[in-house]
Protein backbone atom coordinates (compact mmCIF):
# COMPACT_ATOMS: atom_id res chain seq x y z
CA UNK A 1 0.00 0.00 0.00
CA UNK A 2 3.04 2.76 0.93
CA UNK A 3 4.24 1.38 -2.40
CA UNK A 4 1.27 2.30 -4.58
CA UNK A 5 1.12 6.03 -3.15
CA UNK A 6 4.13 6.81 -3.77
CA UNK A 7 4.07 5.45 -7.03
CA UNK A 8 0.96 7.53 -7.20
CA UNK A 9 2.69 10.58 -6.16
CA UNK A 10 5.38 10.34 -8.65
CA UNK A 11 3.27 9.32 -11.41
CA UNK A 12 1.05 12.82 -10.30
CA UNK A 13 4.79 14.94 -10.88
CA UNK A 14 5.72 13.08 -13.85
CA UNK A 15 2.26 13.81 -15.17
CA UNK A 16 2.21 17.70 -14.15
CA UNK A 17 5.18 18.06 -15.57
CA UNK A 18 3.84 17.27 -19.30
CA UNK A 19 1.11 19.16 -19.00
CA UNK A 20 -1.60 20.41 -20.83
CA UNK A 21 -0.77 17.71 -23.69
CA UNK A 22 0.64 14.82 -22.15
CA UNK A 23 2.39 13.98 -25.67
CA UNK A 24 5.08 12.06 -24.53
CA UNK A 25 5.88 8.91 -21.44
CA UNK A 26 9.20 10.39 -21.00
CA UNK A 27 9.73 14.35 -22.12
CA UNK A 28 11.07 14.85 -18.76
CA UNK A 29 13.76 12.63 -19.17
CA UNK A 30 14.23 12.86 -22.74
CA UNK A 31 17.28 15.14 -23.80
CA UNK A 32 17.88 15.95 -19.83
CA UNK A 33 21.80 16.78 -18.84
CA UNK A 34 22.90 15.09 -16.30
CA UNK A 35 24.04 11.88 -14.35
CA UNK A 36 21.50 8.97 -15.38
CA UNK A 37 20.54 6.77 -13.13
CA UNK A 38 17.78 4.37 -14.56
CA UNK A 39 16.55 4.27 -18.01
CA UNK A 40 14.81 1.46 -20.55
CA UNK A 41 13.10 0.87 -24.09
CA UNK A 42 9.59 2.06 -24.78
CA UNK A 43 9.60 4.00 -28.12
CA UNK A 44 12.66 4.88 -28.11
CA UNK A 45 15.21 5.30 -25.09
CA UNK A 46 14.39 7.00 -21.70
CA UNK A 47 16.24 8.18 -19.32
CA UNK A 48 15.86 9.30 -15.59
CA UNK A 49 18.73 11.59 -14.45
CA UNK A 50 19.88 11.76 -11.17
CA UNK A 51 19.57 15.85 -11.25
CA UNK A 52 15.50 15.91 -11.96
CA UNK A 53 15.30 12.60 -9.39
CA UNK A 54 16.72 15.04 -6.82
CA UNK A 55 14.91 18.07 -8.14
CA UNK A 56 11.56 15.92 -7.88
CA UNK A 57 12.45 14.95 -4.22
CA UNK A 58 12.83 18.76 -3.16
CA UNK A 59 9.21 19.39 -4.09
CA UNK A 60 7.53 16.99 -1.79
CA UNK A 61 6.63 17.87 1.63
CA UNK A 62 9.10 18.02 4.01
CA UNK A 63 8.32 14.77 6.09
CA UNK A 64 8.22 12.91 2.70
CA UNK A 65 11.75 14.27 2.07
CA UNK A 66 12.61 12.74 4.87
CA UNK A 67 12.52 9.16 3.82
CA UNK A 68 15.04 9.72 1.06
CA UNK A 69 17.86 11.27 2.40
CA UNK A 70 19.95 8.30 2.44
CA UNK A 71 21.41 6.20 -0.11
CA UNK A 72 18.38 3.45 0.62
CA UNK A 73 15.49 5.93 0.55
CA UNK A 74 16.88 7.60 -2.88
CA UNK A 75 17.30 3.78 -4.10
CA UNK A 76 13.83 3.28 -3.59
CA UNK A 77 12.82 6.61 -4.83
CA UNK A 78 14.90 5.61 -7.86
CA UNK A 79 13.29 2.46 -8.57
CA UNK A 80 9.65 3.76 -7.95
CA UNK A 81 10.38 6.64 -9.99
CA UNK A 82 11.26 4.45 -13.14
CA UNK A 83 8.18 2.16 -12.42
CA UNK A 84 5.89 5.45 -12.64
CA UNK A 85 7.45 6.08 -15.76
CA UNK A 86 6.76 2.61 -16.90
CA UNK A 87 2.82 3.74 -16.18
CA UNK A 88 3.24 6.66 -17.85
CA UNK A 89 4.09 4.93 -21.06
CA UNK A 90 1.50 2.04 -21.00
CA UNK A 91 -1.54 4.86 -20.33
CA UNK A 92 -0.23 6.68 -23.33
CA UNK A 93 0.13 3.47 -25.49
CA UNK A 94 -3.53 2.97 -24.57
CA UNK A 95 -4.33 6.66 -25.54
CA UNK A 96 -5.24 7.68 -22.07
CA UNK A 97 -3.40 11.00 -22.98
CA UNK A 98 -6.58 11.81 -25.78
CA UNK A 99 -9.22 10.71 -23.39
CA UNK A 100 -11.96 13.55 -23.31
CA UNK A 101 -12.42 12.64 -20.01
CA UNK A 102 -9.06 13.25 -18.30
CA UNK A 103 -7.92 16.36 -20.60
CA UNK A 104 -11.24 17.46 -19.21
CA UNK A 105 -9.39 17.41 -15.67
CA UNK A 106 -5.81 17.92 -16.71
CA UNK A 107 -7.59 21.56 -18.04
CA UNK A 108 -9.91 22.07 -14.42
CA UNK A 109 -6.61 21.40 -12.83
CA UNK A 110 -4.73 23.58 -15.04
CA UNK A 111 -7.33 26.27 -14.55
CA UNK A 112 -7.17 25.81 -10.39
CA UNK A 113 -2.86 26.03 -10.45
CA UNK A 114 -3.36 29.16 -12.63
CA UNK A 115 -6.08 30.78 -10.22
CA UNK A 116 -3.84 29.75 -6.97
CA UNK A 117 -1.00 31.14 -8.78
CA UNK A 118 -2.45 34.83 -9.70
CA UNK A 119 -4.17 34.63 -6.25
CA UNK A 120 -0.49 34.20 -4.35
CA UNK A 121 1.01 36.58 -6.58
CA UNK A 122 -1.76 39.36 -6.06
CA UNK A 123 -3.32 38.37 -2.72
CA UNK A 124 -0.95 36.01 -0.49
CA UNK A 125 2.55 37.80 -1.20
CA UNK A 126 0.74 41.43 0.14
CA UNK A 127 -0.65 39.65 3.42
CA UNK A 128 2.20 41.21 5.36
CA UNK A 129 0.48 42.28 9.12
CA UNK A 130 2.43 43.28 11.73
CA UNK A 131 2.11 43.19 15.51
CA UNK A 132 0.50 46.28 16.11
CA UNK A 133 -1.89 45.36 13.10
CA UNK A 134 -2.83 42.55 15.02
CA UNK A 135 -2.91 44.60 18.85
CA UNK A 136 -4.93 46.45 16.60
CA UNK A 137 -7.62 44.17 15.31
CA UNK A 138 -7.80 42.64 19.06
CA UNK A 139 -8.63 46.16 20.98
CA UNK A 140 -11.33 46.58 17.83
CA UNK A 141 -12.68 43.88 18.78
CA UNK A 142 -12.33 42.98 22.73
CA UNK A 143 -15.64 41.55 23.78
CA UNK A 144 -14.76 38.63 21.25
CA UNK A 145 -12.47 37.60 23.74
CA UNK A 146 -13.84 38.22 27.22
CA UNK A 147 -14.62 35.02 29.42
CA UNK A 148 -18.27 34.77 30.60
CA UNK A 149 -19.63 34.59 34.44
CA UNK A 150 -19.13 30.96 35.33
CA UNK A 151 -19.57 28.59 37.92
CA UNK A 152 -18.33 25.12 38.86
CA UNK A 153 -21.06 22.61 39.97
CA UNK A 154 -21.22 19.10 41.61
CA UNK A 155 -24.29 17.99 40.11
CA UNK A 156 -26.35 15.14 39.89
CA UNK A 157 -28.83 14.51 37.01
CA UNK A 158 -31.33 11.85 36.75
CA UNK A 159 -34.36 11.08 34.87
CA UNK A 160 -36.43 8.71 37.02
CA UNK A 161 -38.49 11.41 39.21
CA UNK A 162 -38.74 8.61 42.30
CA UNK A 163 -35.22 7.94 41.87
CA UNK A 164 -34.03 11.91 41.66
CA UNK A 165 -36.34 12.57 45.38
CA UNK A 166 -34.79 9.20 46.99
CA UNK A 167 -31.22 10.43 46.60
CA UNK A 168 -31.86 14.03 47.26
CA UNK A 169 -33.27 12.69 50.44
CA UNK A 170 -30.42 11.25 51.41
CA UNK A 171 -28.43 13.85 50.14
CA UNK A 172 -30.34 16.16 52.48
CA UNK A 173 -29.76 13.96 55.66
CA UNK A 174 -25.94 14.54 55.24
CA UNK A 175 -24.44 12.38 52.51
CA UNK A 176 -21.77 14.01 50.13
CA UNK A 177 -22.48 14.66 47.11
CA UNK A 178 -19.59 13.63 45.68
CA UNK A 179 -19.95 10.14 47.02
CA UNK A 180 -23.58 10.13 45.36
CA UNK A 181 -22.50 10.65 42.39
CA UNK A 182 -19.55 8.13 42.40
CA UNK A 183 -22.08 5.40 43.14
CA UNK A 184 -24.65 6.85 40.44
CA UNK A 185 -22.09 6.81 38.08
CA UNK A 186 -20.54 3.25 39.00
CA UNK A 187 -24.51 1.99 37.91
CA UNK A 188 -24.70 4.11 34.68
CA UNK A 189 -27.57 6.59 36.30
CA UNK A 190 -25.89 9.24 35.57
CA UNK A 191 -27.35 11.60 32.38
CA UNK A 192 -26.58 15.32 31.72
CA UNK A 193 -24.39 17.99 33.60
CA UNK A 194 -22.19 15.72 36.01
CA UNK A 195 -22.22 12.48 34.28
CA UNK A 196 -18.73 12.46 32.91
CA UNK A 197 -18.04 9.16 34.47
CA UNK A 198 -14.14 10.27 34.70
CA UNK A 199 -15.24 12.99 37.33
CA UNK A 200 -18.96 12.39 38.26
CA UNK A 201 -20.87 14.82 39.54
CA UNK A 202 -18.48 18.03 38.29
CA UNK A 203 -19.91 20.05 35.69
CA UNK A 204 -16.35 22.29 35.29
CA UNK A 205 -17.07 25.43 34.28
CA UNK A 206 -20.18 26.69 33.01
CA UNK A 207 -21.52 29.47 31.97
CA UNK A 208 -25.07 30.80 30.95
CA UNK A 209 -25.68 29.82 27.68
CA UNK A 210 -23.95 26.19 28.08
CA UNK A 211 -26.53 23.90 27.93
CA UNK A 212 -29.51 23.80 25.73
CA UNK A 213 -33.52 25.85 25.77
CA UNK A 214 -35.14 24.45 28.35
CA UNK A 215 -32.54 24.20 30.99
CA UNK A 216 -33.06 27.87 32.41
CA UNK A 217 -34.62 26.90 35.09
CA UNK A 218 -31.57 25.18 36.03
CA UNK A 219 -28.75 27.64 35.30
CA UNK A 220 -30.69 30.32 36.93
CA UNK A 221 -30.88 27.99 40.09
CA UNK A 222 -27.25 27.85 39.83
CA UNK A 223 -25.94 31.24 39.59
CA UNK A 224 -28.28 32.45 42.38
CA UNK A 225 -27.02 29.54 44.92
CA UNK A 226 -24.52 29.99 47.68
CA UNK A 227 -21.40 28.78 47.61
CA UNK A 228 -20.87 25.03 49.40
CA UNK A 229 -24.79 24.56 49.84
CA UNK A 230 -26.98 22.02 48.87
CA UNK A 231 -29.95 23.51 46.67
CA UNK A 232 -33.08 23.40 48.80
CA UNK A 233 -34.61 21.24 45.89
CA UNK A 234 -34.76 19.13 43.10
CA UNK A 235 -34.83 20.81 39.91
CA UNK A 236 -36.97 19.59 36.99
CA UNK A 237 -36.05 20.77 33.44
CA UNK A 238 -37.50 19.31 29.65
CA UNK A 239 -35.11 19.14 26.68
CA UNK A 240 -36.69 18.08 23.47
CA UNK A 241 -40.07 16.47 25.49
CA UNK A 242 -37.21 14.63 27.87
CA UNK A 243 -37.63 15.39 31.73
CA UNK A 244 -34.30 15.70 33.78
CA UNK A 245 -34.29 16.11 37.84
CA UNK A 246 -30.92 18.02 38.57
CA UNK A 247 -29.91 18.54 42.25
CA UNK A 248 -26.42 20.59 42.90
CA UNK A 249 -23.79 21.96 44.82
CA UNK A 250 -22.08 25.28 43.93
CA UNK A 251 -18.39 24.37 44.69
CA UNK A 252 -17.15 27.95 42.25
CA UNK A 253 -18.01 31.12 40.87
CA UNK A 254 -16.12 33.52 39.13
CA UNK A 255 -16.60 36.51 37.41
CA UNK A 256 -16.46 38.12 33.62
CA UNK A 257 -13.05 38.37 32.86
CA UNK A 258 -10.99 40.04 29.56
CA UNK A 259 -8.75 37.77 28.40
CA UNK A 260 -5.56 39.60 27.39
CA UNK A 261 -4.25 39.55 23.86
CA UNK A 262 -0.79 37.76 25.53
CA UNK A 263 -2.61 34.45 26.03
CA UNK A 264 -1.71 31.71 23.65
CA UNK A 265 -5.37 30.94 22.63
CA UNK A 266 -6.38 34.29 22.43
CA UNK A 267 -3.28 35.50 20.23
CA UNK A 268 -3.96 32.42 17.65
CA UNK A 269 -7.68 33.50 17.19
CA UNK A 270 -6.54 37.13 16.50
CA UNK A 271 -4.36 36.50 13.90
CA UNK A 272 -5.76 33.94 11.88
CA UNK A 273 -8.98 36.54 11.97
CA UNK A 274 -7.20 39.52 11.51
CA UNK A 275 -5.27 37.89 7.92
CA UNK A 276 -8.86 36.47 7.08
CA UNK A 277 -9.74 40.19 7.46
CA UNK A 278 -6.85 41.65 5.57
CA UNK A 279 -7.34 38.45 2.59
CA UNK A 280 -10.77 39.52 2.06
CA UNK A 281 -10.19 43.18 1.86
CA UNK A 282 -7.01 42.72 -0.54
CA UNK A 283 -9.50 39.94 -2.42
CA UNK A 284 -12.23 42.46 -3.06
CA UNK A 285 -9.67 45.75 -4.00
CA UNK A 286 -8.16 43.30 -6.32
CA UNK A 287 -11.09 41.79 -7.89
CA UNK A 288 -13.24 44.91 -8.09
CA UNK A 289 -10.23 46.73 -10.07
CA UNK A 290 -10.07 43.58 -12.47
CA UNK A 291 -14.39 44.28 -12.90
CA UNK A 292 -13.88 47.80 -13.81
CA UNK A 293 -10.87 47.50 -16.06
CA UNK A 294 -12.80 45.16 -17.83
CA UNK A 295 -16.45 46.65 -17.73
CA UNK A 296 -17.93 44.35 -16.15
CA UNK A 297 -21.84 44.04 -16.78
CA UNK A 298 -24.52 41.57 -14.90
CA UNK A 299 -27.48 41.42 -16.51
CA UNK A 300 -29.52 39.60 -13.36
CA UNK A 301 -33.08 40.18 -15.20
CA UNK A 302 -32.07 37.77 -17.71
CA UNK A 303 -31.89 34.38 -14.68
CA UNK A 304 -34.87 33.06 -14.58
CA UNK A 305 -37.08 33.01 -11.74
CA UNK A 306 -36.82 30.34 -9.17
CA UNK A 307 -39.84 27.94 -10.06
CA UNK A 308 -38.86 24.99 -7.07
CA UNK A 309 -41.71 26.42 -4.70
CA UNK A 310 -44.42 26.07 -7.48
CA UNK A 311 -43.29 22.11 -8.78
CA UNK A 312 -43.35 21.76 -4.97
CA UNK A 313 -46.73 22.73 -4.94
CA UNK A 314 -47.47 20.44 -7.39
CA UNK A 315 -46.43 17.58 -6.29
CA UNK A 316 -47.83 18.45 -2.86
CA UNK A 317 -50.90 18.34 -4.84
CA UNK A 318 -50.43 14.91 -6.42
CA UNK A 319 -49.78 13.31 -3.94
CA UNK A 320 -52.34 14.60 -1.85
CA UNK A 321 -54.77 13.18 -4.87
CA UNK A 322 -52.93 9.74 -4.70
CA UNK A 323 -53.26 9.68 -1.02
CA UNK A 324 -57.39 10.57 -1.54
CA UNK A 325 -58.02 7.73 -3.91
CA UNK A 326 -55.93 5.09 -1.92
CA UNK A 327 -58.00 5.80 0.99
CA UNK A 328 -61.44 5.84 -1.14
CA UNK A 329 -63.43 2.72 -0.26
CA UNK A 330 -63.67 0.34 -2.84
CA UNK A 331 -67.59 0.13 -4.37
Not at 164 to 189: H, M, T
Amino acid sequence: MKNYRIVHTILLVALIATLPFLYSCGDKAIGADGTVIAEFEWDGKQRITLEEMMQEISELPEYKQRLYRDKAGLEEYMTLMAESRLILCFAKDQKLNEDPEILKKVQNYLIDLMVEKITEQEVESKLLLSENDYLNYYESNKEDYIRPEQVKLMCITLMDKQRADEVFAELKAGKDIAVAAQELSDRGELVGPGANPESPGDTNYISKNTYPTGTEPFIEAAFNAEIDKLHPSVIEVEVQGAKYYMMFVKKEARDAFQRPFSEEEVRRSVVRKAERERRDMLMKEWTTKLRERAEVKTFIDRIPEDKAPEAEQQQDEQQTEESSEQNTPEK
